[in-house]
C-alpha cells in the first residue's frame, strides 16, 4: 500500500516538472521573437550650412590717420586680400588722405609749405596677414558670430609732398563675420617711411584706424 502511495507521488512530481520546463521554454519563444532594440528609426531631415569656400576677400574702409607733423583727418580706401590657408592671407590696399597745415606754418603765418595738390597724401601696400586668434563673437544667447584676430605686415609706397617714399607697414585687425561671405573688419596701421621734408632726416610714424565691409568671393 505505502509503495503505492510513492510511485503516485513520484509521478505527480515528474508531471508537474514536465509542466513547468514547457512554460519556460514557451516563455523564451516569445522574448526570441520580439527583439529588445528595434533597429527601424525614422531618419530626419537635416539642412547643411551653405558656408562659401572662396578665398577672395575684397571691399572698402574708411577711418581716421594721423600723419606726423601734419595732423590729423579721415582716411578712406580699399583692399583685396587672397587667404591662402585659414591662418595665412595675402593683402593689396590703397588709400588716402587730406593733411593739415604743420605748426610752425600757422604760427608763422608765412607762404604754406606745401600746395593743396601736395598735401594729399596716397599709398600703395602689399602685406602679409596671420590670423593669431580664431573665436567667435556672441551677441545674446541666440547668435555667434566667428571671428579672428590678425597681424599684419608688408611693404609699399607713399607718394607726398611731391615725392614717393618707400614705406613699412605694421599693425593689427579683428575681423567679425557677419553673415557667410560678409565680414565687418577693424584695423590699426603704423606706416612708416623716411623724409627730410622739414630740414631733418627722420623716420615718421603715420598712425591709421579704419572700419570697412569685405564680401568674399
Not at 583727418?73 to 604743420?102: C, I, R
Amino acid at each position: 500500500m505505502e509503495s503505492r502511495h510513492l510511485v503516485f507521488l513520484l509521478m505527480s512530481v515528474a508531471l508537474l516538472l514536465s509542466g513547468c520546463s514547457r512554460a519556460v521554454v514557451s516563455d523564451n519563444s516569445a522574448d526570441a521573437a520580439e527583439p529588445v532594440i528595434n533597429p527601424q528609426v525614422s531618419r530626419r531631415d537635416i539642412r547643411e550650412a551653405r558656408i562659401d569656400s572662396e578665398n577672395f576677400e575684397v571691399g572698402a574702409y574708411f577711418g581716421y590717420m594721423s600723419v606726423e607733423d601734419f595732423g590729423s583727418n579721415s582716411v578712406y580706401g580699399a583692399k583685396l586680400a587672397y587667404h591662402v590657408t585659414e591662418s595665412l592671407f595675402v593683402e593689396a590696399t590703397y588709400g588716402e588722405t587730406d593733411t593739415s597745415q604743420t605748426s610752425f606754418e600757422i604760427l608763422s603765418g608765412g607762404a604754406p609749405l606745401l600746395s593743396d595738390d601736395d598735401r594729399r597724401f596716397r599709398y600703395y601696400d602689399a602685406s602679409i596677414g596671420l590670423n593669431i586668434l580664431p573665436g567667435e563673437v556672441f551677441l545674446g544667447r541666440d547668435w555667434a558670430f566667428n571671428s579672428a584676430l590678425y597681424l599684419i605686415g608688408g611693404v609699399g609706397n607713399v607718394e607726398f609732398a611731391g615725392d614717393n617714399y618707400f614705406t613699412a607697414v605694421f599693425g593689427a585687425g579683428y575681423r567679425v563675420l557677419a553673415t557667410d561671405w560678409l565680414a565687418l573688419n577693424f584695423s590699426v596701421r603704423d606706416h612708416l617711411f623716411d623724409t627730410d621734408l622739414l630740414g631733418e632726416e627722420k623716420t615718421t610714424h603715420n598712425i591709421e584706424f579704419n572700419l570697412g565691409l569685405t564680401a568674399f568671393f
